[in-house]
């Protein structure tokens, strides 16, 4: 029958039980564990063994000689190696992920750490020789495409080469000067091609120099460049010599087109000279004169062309050689023609000239001729008169001038005399007509001549009265061109026209002067004539000799009140410059004063000072100068000067700028010396500041965390404290200089109330970091005394 099991028995099989599934439990998962590590073993050898057949297959594929054939092949195998580069950055995560679970199962140590080990190191190898198989190919791949480069331009450099010098080699010159200008133009673009393609020539040189030396001695480079070189300097020469030659055409052609325009011009003209004859009559021969007046010009004109192509065939019988024959015809036929002309010209001119040198000589004779006659005239019909002072004025009004014209009419004969002997000697078949005329001339003069000194004889007493009257006319003449001289009111606008305007002003007082005894002497004269006479005419005389005295009174105020203006125009010129020089220099201290700066340092702000003060004492110096301005300019104005206005102006402006400019100076001065004191403050406030931060060091000291001589330490901080106590006043002075600055100078007070705080800071914060090493050094001696009893009590 069936016997129940005791409790007790139970328990134990359920514990057994629980035992032995806990230990399989137990197995299963290090079973798993082993399992799991397995898998993540081969996992990994089966990656890398992945990565390595790719990169045994890309070694191969890399370490092929390949490198193309051409430009075309070796840019795709280019294209085909930067895929590669791709696709090796996208294999880079993947093979550092497989080779970082590999660096894990090393670190844990497990089944074949060894092997995984040496599979990293090798894998890891293999990339970077992969990576430097890539860099190497890539090399080579691009050393082959640059090879290509080089010979795919050098061949098209070739190829151009050949198509330029066939264009510059070219015999065509145009066969006229329209054709020729065109292939000249034609010629100038393939020159700038030319020259545009030097830079392309360099670019191969230096193509060349950056291969290899492989593919540089290859026989498509080392011999190519020379070559190309050569080819490109034979072209430059064969171009620019077509253009010579073209050039060459051109002139020729433009010579001989200028030449033809030249000989059909001269051909005209001489049509024209070897049809005239030299008229006889003056209007004629004046209507000739002016068409040749208008042919100079036109000759001048055509001098200068005939000058230009024989200047142009200078140049071509030096560098054309095909055309020398026809360059030298057609200079020597031009010269030939245009000298021809030239001494045609001249003979015309001079038979004109001639003529009109006769026909003007007779016409001067008949005109001297009919003055002198006049003058005859003139002279016998003052025979009534002479008799008594009306008589005499009227006589003295007719003869007036008489000698002046008397003079005229003596060289005018001369003239015609000497004239006439001259065209005598030049023209042999006019010989006996021009001596007769000249006979004829001087005849009228002599009879003249008798007639006038047959009149001054029959004058007698009268002759007396006649020089007085001429002696009044002619000091009257005088002395209405001097008081219209004098009455002037021109006003100078510059100092150099106002000196010259006096200069000149006081030449005519000296004029003056001297004409005073010819007034005295006419006024005697005059006295005398008119004296206990009551007729009209000397009534008339007496009336003269009034407004004599008048006009001399009259002259002498007007020069004086002349002289009064031109000196204030002088005095108003020498203000003007004056007044520039001073407003120069205003404007110089203005500026001086506007762009002075408040230096940051303490010496800066002590020499800033010293040069203010400098500064101050040279204003000083000019105050004068000013003060001498103003008190001319009042003095002008008190003068009553035609330019009192702008004077007054500029002397209160001068006065205004001066004294504001004192002022400034004087507020400048006060602001740098303020900040002379806040720089000494400031300099002071900073070497404090280096001494706080140089005591912080000591203070901030933690060597007294060793246990050793920590009882000297303690000593050498209390000496450290009472320096600081000691140096307490240097802050405490600080204090009390700002304070008193900040007081004095308010604007000053948010910079120095700043700097004693920061100061009142670095104090605080230097006691405080004193106090605390102090405390801890007292703790710290005071454990070590502590253990020192301990040890002896042990």
């Not at 880079?92 to 599979?119: H, I, M, N, S, Y």
């Not at 290859?218 to 253009?243: D, F, H, I, K, T």
């Not at 965390?705 to 009882?711: F, G, Q």
Request: aromatic content about 6%; proline content about 2%.
């Amino acid at each position: 029958g069936y016997q129940p099991c005791e409790p007790a028995t139970v328990r134990e099989r359920v514990a057994t039980l629980e035992l032995r599934y806990r230990e399989l439990v137990e197995l299963a998962g290090q079973r798993r564990a082993r399992l799991e590590e397995s898998r993540r073993l081969w996992k990994f050898f089966w990656d890398t063994g992945e990565e390595e057949a790719w990169m045994r297959e890309q070694e191969r594929l890399l370490s092929s000689e390949d490198v193309g054939r051409d430009l075309t092949s070796s840019l795709r195998l280019l294209s085909q190696h930067d895929a590669f580069r791709g696709e090796l950055s996208g294999r880079a995560g993947p093979l550092e992920q497989a080779l970082a679970r590999g660096r894990d199962l090393v670190a844990e140590g497990r089944l074949g750490a060894t092997e995984v080990a040496e599979r990293v190191r090798e894998m890891e190898g293999r990339w970077r020789a992969l990576g430097e198989l890539a860099a190497e190919r890539e090399r080579r791949l691009r050393e082959a495409a640059g090879f290509f480069q080089f010979q795919a331009e050098a061949a098209d450099m070739e190829t151009w080469l050949e198509d330029a010098l066939r264009l510059a080699s070219s015999p065509e010159l145009g066969h006229d000067e329209y054709s020729t200008r065109s292939l000249a133009r034609q010629h100038r673009e393939v020159q700038e091609e030319v020259r545009n393609h030097r830079p392309a020539i360099d670019a191969l040189q230096e193509q060349a120099g950056a291969l290899p030396p492989a593919f540089a001695d290859a026989p498509g480079v080392a011999g190519r460049l020379p070559e190309l070189e050569r080819r490109y300097q034979e072209l430059a020469s064969r171009a620019e010599r077509r253009r010579q030659d073209l050039q060459d055409a051109l002139s020729f052609y433009t010579m001989r087109s200028e030449a033809d325009a030249c000989g059909l011009w001269v051909g005209e003209k001489e049509q024209w000279l070897h049809a005239m004859d030299v008229p006889e009559k003056l209007e004629d021969l004046e209507v000739v004169q002016q068409r040749f007046e208008t042919l100079e010009p036109e000759m001048n004109n055509l001098a200068s062309r005939v000058a230009a192509v024989n200047r142009i065939a200078h140049q071509l019988l030096a560098t054309d050689q095909r055309n020398q024959e026809s360059i030298r015809a057609t200079r020597e036929q031009l010269n030939a023609r245009w000298d021809r002309f030239r001494a045609l010209a001249d003979q015309k001119k001079e038979a004109l000239t001639s003529a009109l040198n006769i026909q003007n000589f007779h016409l001067e004779c008949n005109e001297t001729t009919s003055w002198m006659r006049e003058k005859t005239k003139v002279i016998e019909s003052t025979q009534g008169l002479g008799n008594d002072l009306a008589g005499v004025m009227a006589l003295q009004r007719k003869l007036s001038g008489m000698e002046r014209d008397l003079e005229a009419i003596q060289g005018k004969v001369r003239d015609l005399r000497a004239e006439g002997e001259k065209l005598a000697a030049e023209h042999p078949e006019q010989a006996p007509a021009i001596p007769a005329r000249l006979s004829a001339v001087e005849a009228v003069w002599d009879e003249l001549r008798s007639s006038l000194r047959r009149r001054e004889e029959s004058l007698g007493e009268a002759s007396k009265l006649q020089g007085f009257l001429r002696d009044l006319a002619a000091f009257q003449a005088w002395l209405s061109r001097t008081q219209m001289a004098v009455a002037s009111e021109d006003v100078p606008a510059t100092l150099a026209e106002a000196e010259r305007l006096l200069s000149q002003h006081e030449s005519i007082r000296k004029e003056i002067a001297h004409y005073g005894d010819d007034y005295r002497n006419t006024r005697a004269v005059g006295r005398e004539v008119t004296q206990g006479q009551t007729d009209a005419q000397h009534v008339f005389l007496h009336q003269r000799l009034e407004a004599l005295d008048t006009g001399w009174e009259e002259l002498g105020r007007m020069w004086e009140n002349r002289h009064h203006l031109l000196s204030q125009a002088f005095a108003f010129q020498v203000f003007l410059r004056d007044s520039k020089q001073v407003e120069g220099v205003l404007s110089t201290q203005e500026y001086a004063l506007s762009h002075t700066e408040m230096p940051g340092t303490l010496p800066a702000a002590e020499a800033s000072v010293k040069k203010h003060e400098d500064f101050m004492a040279t204003m000083e110096a000019n105050g004068e100068r000013v003060q001498g301005l103003v008190a001319t300019g009042r003095k002008l104005v008190a003068e009553g000067s035609l330019h009192a206005e702008k004077v007054q102006e500029t002397v209160d402006s001068v006065e205004s700028r001066h004294r504001r400019n004192r002022e400034t100076a004087q507020e400048l001065l006060g602001r740098l010396r303020d900040n002379w004191e806040l720089q000494r403050f400031l300099q002071d406030g900073q070497e404090l500041t280096l001494w706080i931060n140089e005591k912080m060091l000591t203070a901030q000291d933690v060597s007294y965390e060793e246990a050793r001589n920590l009882h000297t330490k303690w000593q050498k901080h209390q000496a450290f404290a009472a320096e600081l106590a000691a140096n307490k006043g240097w802050l405490e002075k600080m204090e009390k200089e700002g304070q008193q600055l900040a007081s004095a100078k308010p604007e000053l007070g948010t910079v120095v109330t700043e700097k004693l705080a920061a100061l009142r800071g670095l104090w605080e914060e230097l006691e405080s970091t004193t106090r605390t090493k102090a405390r801890r050094l007292f703790d710290a001696n005071r454990a070590e005394l502590c253990a020192q009893s301990c040890a002896a009590m042990g």
